[in-house]
């Protein structure tokens, strides 16, 4: 006899979890500089109009194919496809991606659960940037500190998944949820009322058409048509798990829509603490690590109590990092189970050596293999990874899921559609089935593209070539995948 899939306990257990793995890093180091460098409120308005235009319906795609099936990505589209087609094959790279993802992500959660260490113990406390900049060199540098903090998060993470869905996975996000958000909230009032933080809300939030005009209308909309489409986590299965563990009380449209909008107000507070924040002391934001733990280190510094608004912050910091490498662990260990039938025990067990041992090439690339520069000079191991993720696995990952739930060899919109709108709240508007087939694979595909060209726009000509080349391949594979006999649908 099957074993009765566990559930969420709760709906807002199932929103702050599927929050959680949608707030990453990128949500604080990318959004609040993208934002004042587009215009501000302007990109703000565009940015919501491409996550509910792109972002929204893939997540209700994830959520739908996890629910309809009862399965994570490791056997949903072969529970949900006509017999003799190939949309299963994908469970592979949806696996893979998980893993290359995890492969980098724990040592930048190590990063962070580091650096709370560092502001409680005051080793940053009075030092200048250079200094600040050199002791977060030194870390890199320092393999025995790197997989330390690695392997701890690793284990922190595999444990609490050891727990289960709803007194692990379930309890413990909740927890860190609330006080992640708890925390947003008091650094940000503080934020607002530093001295001179009327200058920095001013470059996040009103409208500036000077940024516009200098960035180029068509650059500001397609800044916030990728952000808006990698904000969510979409294209690997990590929320389609969730979706798996939900029930069928309410619709998916209106569930989907309160994860998007917790996940829209963190990445927007969070840019209420950092910019006025760094403006107040003349210093200009940057994006990316640096911001992190060498631009707000130095504002920290000069903060009246800054040491413990440091500390907060990082904690806020390791919890939204953590969050999300919980959601994902979650979802290959449940992968593992499917694919290779083992029990949970097994397969936390295989996980937790397989992503500690595989994390090791990100750490130290850092270091002892810092030669090792697969995409170019002054690259990284975990840039080439973070590239097959980003840029691949992601987008690619994401038009699948639509291509399988609109066409008729794979789900159909009708059974997408009937799997959307069971339970009580908002519709799925049926309307959109044209868009869904036709206008958002495309969107997709000019983001997967256009991501390439700017990657990649820079080097020799020949090497371009190639690159776009295997963007192609990679693109054809999808596609191929996506073919079939047409047969009838299961229902």
């Known amino acids: 006899m099957e074993k009765k899939r566990e559930k969420f306990s709760s709906r807002l257990g199932f929103i702050l979890v ?7 890093l990128g949500n604080v180091w990318k959004f609040p500089y993208i934002c004042g460098n587009n ?9 919501l109009l491409c996550l509910v235009c792109l972002g929204l319906p893939i997540l209700i795609c994830e959520f739908a194919i996890g629910r309809g099936s009862g399965t994570s990505i490791g056997k ?25 993802l995890m492969m980098f992500y724990t040592m930048v959660a190590g990063w962070m659960l580091y650096y709370v260490y560092v502001m409680a113990s005051g080793n940053v406390w009075g030092k200048g940037v250079s200094q600040i900049e050199e002791y977060f060199g030194s870390m890199l540098g320092s393999p025995k500190t790197m997989i330390f903090w690695t ?13 289960g869905l709803q007194k692990g996975v379930e309890k413990i996000t909740k927890i860190m949820m609330i ?38 209308l068509g650059n500001v909309i397609f800044d916030a048509m990728t952000h808006a489409f990698f904000t969510l986590s ?4 990590a929320m389609e798990i969730f979706g798996s563990y939900l029930g069928r009380e309410r619709k998916l449209t209106g569930e989907a829509l309160n994860v998007m909008i917790l996940d829209t107000v963190i990445a927007l507070v969070a840019g209420i603490i950092i910019i006025p924040s760094c403006i107040s002391f003349g210093i200009r934001p940057d994006a990316g690590p640096s911001l992190l733990f060498i631009t707000l280190p130095n504002v920290f510094n000069q903060m009246q109590g800054g040491q413990i608004w440091g500390v907060l912050f990082f904690v806020f910091m390791s919890f939204a990092a953590l969050s999300t490498v919980i959601a994902v662990f979650e979802n290959i260990i449940c992968i593992s189970m499917e694919l290779f039938e083992w029990e949970r025990g097994k397969a936390l067990i295989c996980n937790l050596l397989g992503i500690g041992v595989l994390s090791m090439p990100a750490v130290l690339g850092y270091n002892l293999w810092s ?18 993720v980003s840029y691949n696995i992601l987008p690619l990952g994401s038009l699948l899921f639509v291509l399988f739930c609109v066409q008729k060899n794979g789900w159909g919109f009708d059974g997408f559609l009937k799997e959307v709108n069971t339970g009580q709240g908002r519709d799925f508007p049926k309307a959109l089935k044209v868009y869904m087939q036709y206008v958002l694979p495309v969107i997709i595909l000019v ?29 054809g594979f999808i596609f191929f995948l996506a073919r079939g006999k047409g047969a009838s649908n299961k229902q």
């Open 151 to 163: 392997l701890l998060v690793v284990a922190l993470c595999i444990g609490i998944c050891g727990l």
């Open 234 to 237: 979409v294209g690997v299965g």
């Open 76 to 100: 949903s589209l072969k529970e949900l496809a006509p017999e003799g087609t190939r949309w299963h094959f994908f469970r592979w790279f949806g696996f893979c991606g998980n893993y290359l």
């Open 447 to 475: 983001i997967y593209f256009k991501g390439y060209y700017d990657m990649f726009k820079d080097r020799q000509p020949q090497e371009f070539a190639i690159w776009m080349g295997v963007a192609v391949v990679f693109a």
């Open 371 to 388: 030669n090792v520069q697969l995409l170019g000079q002054e690259t990284t191991i975990m840039d080439m990874e973070d590239f097959l």
């Open 39 to 47: 215009g501000g409120a302007i990109f703000i308005l565009i940015y």
């Open 18 to 24: 599927s929050a959680g793995c949608a707030v990453g």
């Open 179 to 216: 006080a992640l958000i708890v925390l947003m909230l008091v650094m940000a009032l503080h934020s607002v009322f530093l001295k001179g933080s009327g200058k920095g809300l001013a470059f996040y939030l009103i409208p500036d058409w000077s940024h516009v005009q200098e960035r180029g």
